[in-house]
């Protein structure tokens, strides 16, 4: 071969080349060979081939070209078939397989061999094709022959299809295969036929798939023309007509054939010029019957091929020449042209079988939809080559308009393209009157449909050509629309008007790719909203049908807020619109379209975007359906009961609340709305009573099963007898909401729904619990479709998003806690089904119909949850939702929702609950209580089926071993004994137990019991559990005392349970105890009885000693408490037991007796003896050990008594209680005789109580008490125990008791004086007394006569207490006694010295209670007894010396606290000769040095109140001492002079002290102004000079300091004075001279300003002190913060006092000016104007921007310069000319949105100023500064938020036409709207009020205050003008941010460094907003946790 390797000459090795040459010579007919132009024969070398094969042919030549001669030779090949009889099938066979296998290996390398082959090859062809015409003709022949025998048609067996020659190939595999097959071939004769037709068909398919193999190697030598004549006779023409019908199922040999002939354009002249039925038969595969897809999509292949010809792609892709390119698609185009009538055809019968809706669904799954694409798309191409094909078009365009309403998720956005690119085409062919021939009224009709086609298309398609399209297709219908109506004015006609709008308001800039072009938007919006939607003649109700759904779509617009507010406007409009139109006449042909729309376009969409996951969408949709519902509210259904919620507060409004910036009031919102939907539905509603099942005691003895049984035919009906604590279902009508159900679904459900299901960022968990709640409550009044569609649609998504599951399941259960369909009274029998045989046959027929529904309705949701949210309504989503609005819904009967409830909702959540995996069972386990609750409506006999299981499964889930699905499935327990009641509580029990009866699970038993009994014990009665008490008291006694209680009191139990770990068996008791009635009590004492009789070992006897006083507790707290019953049992088990406790039990004549038989057993020397005791245990007594614990049961009736009588059991006024208890004080008395320590202790708190009971024993008892008690004290030596406590204790009640006073009627205290006593420490005591000064007692002798107790045991007493008072423990009760002998008044001297100690506790005492109480107590002393002058001296002292000196400050406060209590309480006789001046100076020196500030506000307080009881004289003394310190401020500003350094340095302390001693005279002078009132007038003048010396003082320093630090080069003076000034702490700073005085001027600043506001005519009158004001401006730009605050205050208390008409009213003269900064100038007008001039007010703005733009602003000085500056803004608005107010007055300044002016140098030379520019100054200035924040404030955000607050509170001053004037509105629009569009967070957290907020949450507070401004704004001004200064800053902002990336581009070329700096820093920033939301997230990750492990600590509880 010709350019074949030998490597490549292989692949023939194993066949053998002569038998290829043998074949090959058989196979050729000898005429071809003869014929042939080559000089040599055939040879396998081919080296004789003429030049006409091998030398390359001209591929562009046609077939027409080539010469008669030559054409005659070609056509031999069409007879040579009849030479290929003599060559076997099988070697014609292995031939063109041969053929095959070369073309596939050598590719274009075996081009030389073409010629020859295609002689073989198409010889076989012809003869496989004569075979199989004489095949078919035999089997006509044959089927004539053989009558009744049903023969097959030969055009049927004839395709080329792989399937037959596969069964071919397998027949002819080898020669031994062959003869088989043949054999087997002529048993009959149509076998044999058969088996010729396959033959012969292999053969044809194998020639023909050589031929395309040829023809897809696309030779380039090599020329097919020659040969496509014979080619069409011999393969294609026979074939032709059957193409349709053999290319169905699978693309025959000859289909593939025709495919590649569209590979190249040499080969698009064989589909056309050989037989002009090639083409149309190829296109006719499209409508054959049964067609598979792969066969249509390869047919739509070969028309997409024709369709995407271009020439000039092909002239470089085919390297053809241009004419040849031409003449091809010339070709083509002729081609479609020609057939473009039979493809329309063709289309249209596709899509009319196809079901295009069915088929577009199925594009998700890549079905048929994708087909279906393609043929749409197809369909696109070849419309633009239709002319006048009418008909189709408009079927087309019938089956094609759907699918623009299918979703995008459905339908594709390219493919809707396409659509409208065929509507585009097609419309005028339909309705053009000068090309359609349909009829006038009939194209006006579809005119119409057209029109609401393409209108709700603009509410869904958001791709750009796509829209560009619709406006086209609209502007087309409304020129059509003008000549169907014969309009022939120049006017616009209404839908032309409409065009034009919807054209602009999509229109795109020309010069940016893919950017909206503003400016034609705004100008269409603002036409419209201002100019046509008020007249019908330009825009009628039929043209708004287009805009309003342009306005839905761009409303939906999240980006953009200027055409998001334009549309919100516009539809606002068109409710507007409507509203006028209903309001003229609602039934008006205009009132009735604008309400279709209204009901069919706006109110669906409302809805559909109320679900929309962005909240300015949601926040513009209820803006709309808020005014729909104002306006429209009475003349639509839907929206009239919505009224309702539009309240005029707007604190109650529900639309302004829902979607508030502030959260609570969303929550707010929700549970007011949820309040209004079920005030009338939650009536409580009574259960149908049965009689009440009485429970056996001896029902624990029966068999489980009969015991099941019973419980479970009897316990349901006990239920029903009995109201339980929890309602178990409330059963109501839908019609009860004010708001319907259908509203109710739509409209505030999605809104709940996002906020339930929110994820990430968007989750608020607040909002979300409280929307899950809401929607439960809103589900009780929804109908069953709508309720149980709901529940399966979360049921669904439970299942499917996992992320989401313990939410789902929350909604779940409060979907089912609100389960309000009453089916208890539905016929059922024993086992719960249904009895009725008619509902059970139509339950039969509508089963299947039932189940449909509710699968379509949950399809439908799911899908419209699934859809993309791009999308919009769909045409059957508008008119469901018509449906549901307009039809009354008619629920299901009650059998049918019974059968739905017990055959799929109640299976589908028993799953839920016997869920394995633990991790959800602790979501899932609270399902048990909603099917429960669902049990309960339902009949009697199914809840008796059902119940008894889910019971079973709850309490087998205790056994999990995950601790958190054991809390979940406890509280779940717990929640259904509450809901049931007591009356299933003995099953539950039994249950349990049963479950839960090995090893640990004892442990969950015990645990599962004290829980259930703790939440059911405040709901049911006394002796509900008493029919279960034995089990309980079983389980309890073994939790207790059993094995259970010792694992637990094990110190080798290492079980991780929690419910292993604690003990709550005492708690069961007393809980058990307080629900049992008194006679059942003995049941629960009865165990105890028989543990103390076995044993009293100490860790058995204290359990049962805690649990016989926890039942005591319980039983204090029994509701059926009996006062007779209780006293009788207590008084007879004291009596029984407190005998034998006092006996010895060791001593017993038994006891003895026992001890000695077991001594004889154990010593026995009897060895047969020895062995019967030793094994026969049994035999020794046992012992009986009651006896020994007697005293026990002692203390439990003690406790009873006691717990009755502090609670007030016993009735004080009844006689015969008082008689029973009578008896019990010689009881208790007699227990203070016990030697049992626990007995003593509790007769103290019996007698304690008793002691205040007119008791006639009490008297009497009282002595021996008394001496019993001192008894007691001198048998210990130690007050520790709790019985000596309890014994004080009862000594004060004695001694407080009105008994004592009997006793003591005739005691007189007398005074007894005591020398001074020596006092321990410097700061807590009096000075010592002098050495040697003997103490002068005079003590009476009858003192003690008639006390209580006596003078000894007084003083023993005291004695034994006084270490008490110092110790935590028993300092209350010794305090307690003490206070009662102060009381008495019983006097000796041992009580002084005890006194003494506790003034020194007041003070050194660490706990704040006991300094309260020594405070109290001291006191009580100081006003009871008698004190010498000396000693109340001494006290006075003692007070001021520790107020002003003691070391830490609680000390501090305690002595100001006495001292407060001195000042309020002592006469003025007593307190100022005493006290007066200590306590003046004392105050002072707090005020002035003291560290701590509560020490600082304490002496403030009481100061002016000190001050106010003053007299003239002692006044006078406070004057001239604050006129002595006050003169420091200006000696101490004198420089120093000395040259010595020592003296200098003295100098200067000296000069510290003066300001020390300055300051505290301002200070006190602020804070007696007040107190004083008018008897500071004369001292006002000399507060003045003060003040204006410390402010003068303070202004000289602060400035000569800055401007010696400005002189330095490189140093900013205020940056730097600012930074120190931060850092400082306290005081003054020696090395900054310029802080010196800080302090000053801040005290200086405060008295004024309280000055100010108590005399505001001396302060801001005629009368006032102009340089001070002056003095105070200067002070705003003070270093410190402080001072700042002080000074803002002070202006902002002027500015209160003030009015804005004073700044026209102020004087006109200029002050002098200054020579120096620090000095004042003088000002000669009235002194209330000072303020108030221009100038004035300017300079005050000036140093409040100064403080807005630093550092160090704290939240105070941020509020109060936005007060201040508001008020300077009202004053400078009257400045305003009138003209200017009209919007014809000044000139705007510079536009202050340039980035180039935002520092304060370049916006003061930007915005001149003048009197009259004044505000607009102002603004430009605040705008600059918070610009200037967002540039280079690195993310900080404080100034913006301030200027932004200001910047609301100016928008609503300035009058609109102002407003709108660029001035005024754009240095405000502009940093709100760079602010909307920041990403730059700040660098770290900031705390505000305790609260700290991340950098992400500042960043979204600040975009939340910037879109309320904006909406503040926008409403002021007006949504037109809003939008156009709004794109303008857009505009300047894309123009800013284009040329800084050009300038960053040149910065890397030109510093690179720079540049890399400045990238890293980017880098950085994004680096920490990434760590800032990863610590975000893991803080919520931490929150959970720790919710998490709250919770299951609170479960534990």
């Given at each position: ?543 708004w049908i287009p805009v309003l759904h342009n306005l839905v779509y761009f409303a939906q617009d999240q980006e953009e807020l200027a055409t998001r507010s334009n549309a919100s406007f516009g539809l606002a409009r068109f409710i507007t619109r409507t509203a006028q139109a209903f309001n003229a006449d609602p039934q008006s042909a205009e009132a009735q379209v604008m309400g279709r729309s209204m009901q069919s376009i706006l109110l669906p969409s409302i809805k559909h975007m109320l679900a929309s996951k962005h909240e300015v969408v949601q ?454 105890a307080s629900v049992t009635q008194f006679d059942n009590i003995r049941m629960m004492l009865a165990p105890l009885r028989d543990i103390l009789r076995e044993t009293d070992t100490p860790k058995r006897t204290r359990v049962v000693d805690n649990v016989l006083r926890r039942i005591s507790i319980g039983v204090n707290h029994n509701k059926s408490y009996d006062t007779k019953s209780i006293l009788i049992f207590c008084h007879s088990i004291i009596n029984q037991y407190l005998a034998m406790s006092t006996k010895d039990a060791k001593d ?546 002027y500015v209160a006092m003030g009015d804005p008409s004073w700044m026209l009213e102020a004087e006109s003269e200029s002050p002098v000016e200054e020579t120096a900064e620090w000095e004042v100038p003088v000002y000669t007008g009235r002194p209330k104007y000072v303020l108030f001039s221009a100038s004035a007010l300017k300079q005050i703005a000036h140093g409040l921007i100064v403080q807005l733009s630093s550092r160090f602003v704290s939240p105070e000085l941020g509020t109060q310069i936005v007060k201040n500056l508001y008020f300077i ?229």
């Open positions: 071969m010709v350019g074949v390797t030998q490597d490549e000459l292989r692949f023939f090795v194993g066949i053998g080349l002569e038998t290829f040459r043998t074949t090959i010579l058989r196979a050729t007919p000898r005429e071809l060979l003869a014929n042939a132009e080559s000089p040599e024969p055939f040879s396998l070398t081919f080296n004789g081939a003429s030049a006409s094969t091998t030398d390359k042919m001209d591929v562009d030549s046609d077939a027409s070209a080539l010469d008669t001669d030559e054409q005659s030779s070609i056509s031999e090949y069409v007879g040579a078939g009849a030479e290929m009889d003599n060559v076997s099938s099988k070697a014609q066979i292995s031939f063109l397989h041969l053929q095959m296998e070369l073309i596939r290996s050598l590719g274009i390398k075996a081009t030389p061999v073409f010629h020859e082959a295609f002689a073989v090859i198409l010889s076989s062809v012809a003869w496989a094709q004569r075979e199989l015409d004489v095949a078919n003709d035999e089997l006509e022949t044959l089927a004539t022959e053989q009558t009744g025998d049903d023969s097959q048609t030969t055009e049927d067996s004839d395709a080329d299809n792989d399937s037959d020659m596969d069964d071919a190939q397998s027949y002819v595999s080898d020669d031994e295969d062959m003869d088989v097959a043949v054999a087997a071939g002529k048993k009959s004769a149509r076998g044999d036929i058969e088996h010729r037709k396959s033959v012969a068909r292999e053969i044809r398919q194998l020639a023909i798939k050589c031929i395309t193999r040829m023809f897809v190697l696309e030779p380039p030598n090599f020329s097919f023309a020659p040969y496509m004549q014979c080619i069409y006779e011999v393969a294609i023409d026979p074939r032709i007509d059957n193409l349709a019908s053999e290319n169905t199922q699978n693309s025959s040999a000859l289909l593939l054939l025709l495919k590649s002939w569209t590979l190249t354009p040499k080969y698009y002249p064989y589909l056309v010029d050989y037989n002009p039925l090639t083409f149309p038969m190829l296109l006719d595969i499209l409508v054959a019957p049964k067609v598979q897809s792969s066969v249509v999509s390869l047919v739509l292949g070969i028309l997409q091929t024709f369709l995407d010809y271009d020439p000039q792609v092909a002239v470089h892709k085919y390297e053809l020449s241009a004419e040849s390119a031409e003449a091809y698609g010339v070709l083509v185009k002729g081609m479609i042209q020609r057939h473009i009538s039979r493809i329309l055809s063709h289309m249209r019968t596709c899509f009319s079988n196809s079901n295009l809706n069915t088929a577009t669904t199925a594009t998700q799954s890549g079905g048929s939809g994708n087909l279906v694409m393609h043929q749409i798309h197809i369909l696109s191409r070849v419309a633009e080559y239709a002319t006048e094909e009418t008909q189709d078009a408009k079927a087309l365009l019938d089956l094609l308009l759907p699918t623009l309403k299918r979703p995008g998720s459905v339908v594709p956005a390219r493919t809707k393209g396409d659509v409208l690119n065929i509507m585009l085409r097609f419309i005028p062919l339909v309705i053009d009157p000068s090309v359609s021939a349909i009829a006038k009224d009939e194209q006006q009709h579809l005119l119409a449909g057209y029109l609401n086609s393409i209108s709700s298309s603009f509410g869904r398609l958001r791709l750009d050509s796509a829209r560009a399209t619709l406006s086209r297709i609209l502007s087309t219908l409304a020129k059509f629309d003008r000549q169907l109506q014969g309009v022939t004015t120049s006017e616009p006609t209404p839908l032309e008007s409409a065009a034009w709008v919807v054209e602009e308001i999509n229109a795109y800039s020309t010069q940016r790719l893919n950017e909206p072009d503003h400016e034609r938007r705004l100008v269409a919006f603002g036409r419209l909203n201002d100019e046509l939607w008020n007249q019908p003649a330009l825009l009628d109700a039929h043209a926040m513009e949709f209820l803006g709309a359906l808020r005014r729909a519902v104002h306006e429209c509210g009475d003349f639509f259904d839907q929206l009239r009961d919505l009224k309702a919620l539009d309240t005029p507060d707007e604190e109650a409004n529900f639309f302004y609340n829902i979607l508030h910036i502030q959260t609570h009031r969303r929550t707010r919102a929700m549970r007011r709305f949820r309040d209004l939907v079920a005030k009338n539905v939650y009536i409580q509603s009574q259960m149908p009573t049965d009689d009440a099942m009485d429970v056996d005691e001896d029902s624990a003895s029966d068999s489980d099963d009969d015991e099941s049984k019973g419980v479970a035919k009897k316990k349901p009906s006990t239920s029903r007898s009995k109201t339980p604590a929890i309602q178990p279902l409330v059963f109501n009508s839908e019609q009860a909401s004010p708001i319907s159900p259908a509203n109710i679904r739509a409209l505030i459900f999605p809104l709940l729904e996002n906020w339930a299901l929110a994820e990430g960022d968007q989750l608020n968990h607040d909002l979300s619990n409280e929307a899950i709640q809401t929607i439960g409550a809103l589900s009780a009044v929804l109908p069953w479709s709508q309720y149980n569609a709901m529940l399966r649609k979360y049921l669904g998504m439970a299942k499917k998003t996992p992320s989401l599951e313990k939410r789902l399941m929350r909604l779940i259960m409060s979907l089912l806690d609100n389960f309000h369909f009453d089916l208890r009274h539905v016929k059922v029998d024993k086992l719960g089904r249904l009895l009725s045989d008619e509902s059970a046959s139509s339950d039969k027929e509508q089963e299947v119909p039932v189940v449909v529904v509710a699968e379509t309705e949950v399809a439908e949701v799911v899908e419209n949850e699934l859809a993309d949210e791009d999308t919009g309504l769909t045409e059957a989503d508008d008119e469901s939702n018509m449906v549901t609005d307009s039809v009354p819904q008619k629920d299901l009967p009650e059998e049918r929702i019974h059968k739905v409830v017990v055959s799929f909702l109640l299976p589908e959540l028993k799953k839920m609950i016997t869920e394995t995996n633990e991790e959800k069972l602790m979501l899932r386990a609270p399902v048990a209580m909603a099917i429960v609750r669902i049990l309960t409506a339902l009949p009697e006999n199914t809840m008796t089926a059902q119940l008894p299981g889910v019971l079973t499964t709850i309490s087998n889930m205790l056994r999990a071993k995950a601790q958190s699905a054991r809390n979940a499935t406890r509280e779940t327990l717990v929640r259904i004994v509450k809901f049931l009641g007591p009356s299933y509580f003995g099953f539950i029990v039994k249950e349990l137990k049963a479950s839960l009866s090995r090893g640990v699970h004892k442990h969950i038993l015990s645990y599962t019991i004290y829980a259930l009994l703790k939440e059911i014990l405040g709901m049911i009665k006394v002796g509900d559990l008493d029919y279960t008490l034995e089990p309980l008291i079983e389980i309890l006694v073994q939790d207790v005392f059993g094995q259970v209680g010792e694992d637990k009191d094990s110190e080798d139990w290492t079980s991780k349970m929690r419910e292993a770990k604690v003990h709550h068996g005492p708690d069961c008791f007393e809980m058990l017993t004549k038994k006891v003895k007796e026992d001890a000695e038989q077991l001594k004889r057993l154990r010593f026995a020397s009897n060895e047969e003896n020895a062995k019967v005791y030793i094994r026969r245990k049994d035999m020794a007594p046992k012992r009986d050990y009651l006896q020994a614990n007697a005293h026990r049961f002692v203390q439990f009736g003690l406790e009873i008594v006691y717990f009755g009588l502090r609670r007030e059991r016993f009735s004080s006024k009844d006689a015969e209680v008082l008689g029973m208890l009578d008896p019990f004080v010689d009881l208790a008395g007699n227990g203070l005789f016990s030697r049992y320590n626990s007995i003593i202790s509790l007769c103290c708190k019996i007698w304690a109580i008793m002691v205040r009971l007119p008791l006639p024993s009490v008297s009497a008892g009282i002595p021996v008490v008394i001496k019993r008690l001192f008894a007691i004290f001198r048998q210990t030596s130690s007050t520790n125990s709790d019985m000596i406590q309890n014994c004080f204790k009862l000594l004060a009640s004695l001694l407080r008791s009105k008994h004592a006073e009997s006793l003591m009627a005739g005691y007189e205290p007398e005074e007894l004086e005591t020398p001074e006593k020596d006092e321990v420490g410097k700061t807590v005591s009096d000075k010592k007394a002098k050495k040697g000064k003997k103490p002068a007692v005079r003590i009476s002798a009858d003192c003690m006569k008639d006390s209580l107790i006596s003078e000894q045991q007084l003083r023993d007493l005291i004695d034994f207490i006084r270490p008490d008072i110092e110790e935590t423990e028993r300092q209350a009760t010794a305090f307690s006694l003490i206070r009662a002998i102060l009381t008495r008044r019983m006097i000796v001297d041992s009580l002084y010295k005890l006194l003494d100690n506790i003034r020194e506790l007041m003070i050194t005492a660490q706990d704040a209670n006991v300094r309260e109480v020594c405070r109290l107590t001291w006191f009580q002393f100081l006003m009871d007894y008698p004190l010498g002058e000396r000693r109340l001296t001494n006290a006075m002292s003692f007070i001021v010396q520790n107020a002003t000196g003691y070391v830490y400050e609680s000390g501090r406060v305690s002595a100001l606290e006495i001292m407060g209590v001195i000042i309020n309480r002592f006469a003025d006789e007593i307190l100022l000769p005493n006290a007066a001046e200590p306590f003046f100076l004392g105050l002072v020196l707090i005020i002035a040095k003291d560290e701590s500030s509560q020490c600082r506000e304490m002496a403030t307080h009481l100061l002016p109140i000190m001050i106010a009881r003053f007299d003239q004289p002692r006044l006078n003394r406070a004057w001239t001492l604050l006129d002595q310190w006050s003169a420091g401020i200006a000696n101490s500003c004198e420089p120093v002079v000395e040259t010595d350094a020592k003296k200098a340095a003295n100098a200067e302390i000296q000069q510290a002290k003066m300001r020390e001693l300055g300051r505290a005279a301002l200070q006190c002078y602020g804070i007696i102004i007040e107190p004083l009132g008018d008897k500071f007038g004369k001292r006002i003048p000399a507060f003045l000079s003060i003040v204006d010396t410390a402010l003068t003082v303070s202004l000289k320093t602060w400035k000569q300091a800055e401007l010696q630090l400005n002189h330095r080069p490189g140093v900013d003076g205020v940056g730097d004075l600012e930074t120190i000034a931060a850092n400082l702490h306290s005081g003054g700073d020696p090395h900054n001279a310029a802080l010196t005085y800080w302090e000053t001027a801040y005290l200086a600043l405060n008295a004024y300003e309280r000055f100010a506001r108590v005399m505001p005519q001396k302060a801001v009158g005629d009368n006032g002190q102009s340089r001070i004001w002056q003095l105070a401006v200067r002070h705003l730009t003070h270093p410190h913060a402080w001072v700042r605050l002080s000074a803002a205050r002070l202006i902002g208390a803004a009202r004053c400078f608005l009257t400045a305003v000319p009138q003209n200017a107010l009209e919007g014809t007055g000044i000139e705007p300044v510079a536009d202050a949105s340039d980035d180039d002016s935002d520092s304060d140098e370049e916006a003061e030379q930007s915005s001149v100023w003048t009197k009259e520019r004044s505000l607009s100054w102002l603004i430009n200035r605040i705008g600059s500064l918070a610009r200037t924040e967002i540039i280079r404030g690195r993310g900080l955000t404080e100034k913006r938020t301030y200027s932004f607050r200001w910047f609301a509170a100016v928008i609503s001053l300035v009058p609109p036409t102002l407003l709108k004037q660029s001035a005024y509105i754009m240095p405000i629009v502009s940093p709100l709207y760079r602010t909307t569009q920041d990403t730059q967070l700040p660098s770290q957290p900031i705390t505000l009020s305790g609260t700290t907020k991340s950098p992400t949450e500042q960043l979204d507070e600040l975009k939340s205050l910037a879109n309320d401004v904006i909406k503040l704004l926008q409403t002021r001004i007006g949504v037109t003008e809003f939008s156009a200064i709004l794109v303008k800053v857009q505009s300047h902002v894309s123009q800013v941010q284009s040329q800084r990336r050009e300038r960053r581009k040149q910065l890397a070329v030109i510093d690179p460094e720079l540049h890399a700096k400045k990238k890293i820093r980017k880098h950085e920033s994004s680096r920490r907003r990434r760590q800032e939301q990863m610590s975000e997230h893991a803080r919520r990750r931490t929150r959970i946790v720790v919710r998490r492990a709250y919770g299951d600590k609170s479960s534990e509880k």
